[in-house]
T-cell receptor, first 117, second 111 residues
Framework: DGGITQSPKYLFRKEGQNVTLSCEQN?????MYWYRQDPGQGLRLIYY???????QKGDIAEGYSVSREKKESFPLTVTSAQKNPTAFYLC????????????????FGPGTRLTVL | RKEVEQDPGPFNVPEGATVAFNCTYS??????FFWYRQDCRKEPKLLMS???SGNEDGRFTAQLNRASQYISLLIRDSKLSDSATYLC????????????FGPGTSLSVIP
């Protein structure tokens, strides 16, 4: 089945630790995104990548890092510099990130709930 | 002014009611518009795209008013299963700009 997978579903981290959230898609999509959602709030864009080996900061990139070495994978590292990392993290992908005026539908993974202890 | 704003909600309606959500956007050059649905503690899923001429999918009707820069979603004959948060999403004027998600409007359909 084609889709986006995120792992783990739940993650607990001690303060001061870096953690990496996995996001994999087999939809052959060029563009991938990371969002953060806090209780009762909307999605905020952390990073996005429109093509392999290229990515851009979103609205709240501080304390996060990403890589896009393969088309299928877009891991997010939450570093110890992120002040309030406890949140629901959502990864998404869309078919084509460049060369088009109209945005494509974004397909989301099931998310990872990160809790800092 | 926020880039995408939605009715704050929550909306609590009885089964069978008709409910309408509004969404306004600030970038007049925006080109793409969507409604997503997000169930509690789940990921958002596309409900429908919004076209200039308006579009309908069963009990759901979406309208776009470019002059006033707002999008609406009408749900007729509400079902219990419609209970969710509805996210308005506005796409960029170029493919290099990011998509903006609204904060969402919560709907509870009551028996």
């Amino acid at each position: 089945d084609g889709g986006i997978t995120q792992s783990p579903k739940y993650l607990f981290r001690k303060e001061g630790q870096n953690v990496t959230l996995s996001c994999e898609q087999n939809l052959n999509h060029d563009a991938m995104y990371w969002y953060r959602q806090d209780p009762g709030q909307g999605l905020r864009l952390i990073y996005y990548s429109q093509i392999v080996n290229d990515f851009q900061k979103g609205d709240i990139a501080e304390g996060y890092s990403v890589s896009r070495e393969k088309k299928e994978s877009f891991p997010l590292t939450v570093t110890s510099a992120q002040k309030n990392p406890t949140a629901f993290y959502l990864c998404a992908s869309s078919i084509d990130g460049r060369g088009r005026t109209f945005a494509d539908t974004q397909y989301f993974g099931p998310g990872t709930r990160l809790t800092v202890l | 002014r926020k880039e995408v704003e939605q009715d704050p909600g929550p909306f609590n309606v009885p089964e069978g009611a008709t409910v309408a959500f509004n969404c306004t956007y600030s970038n007049s050059a925006s080109q793409s518009f969507f409604w997503y649905r997000q169930d509690c503690r789940k990921e958002p899923k596309l409900l429908m795209s919004v076209y200039s001429s308006g579009n309908e999918d069963g009990r759901f009707t979406a309208q776009l008013n470019r002059a006033s820069q707002y999008i609406s979603l009408l749900i007729r004959d509400s079902k219990l299963s419609d209970s969710a948060t509805y996210l308005c999403v506005v796409g960029p004027k170029t493919s290099y700009d990011k998509v903006i998600f609204g904060p969402g409007t919560s709907l509870s359909v009551i028996p």
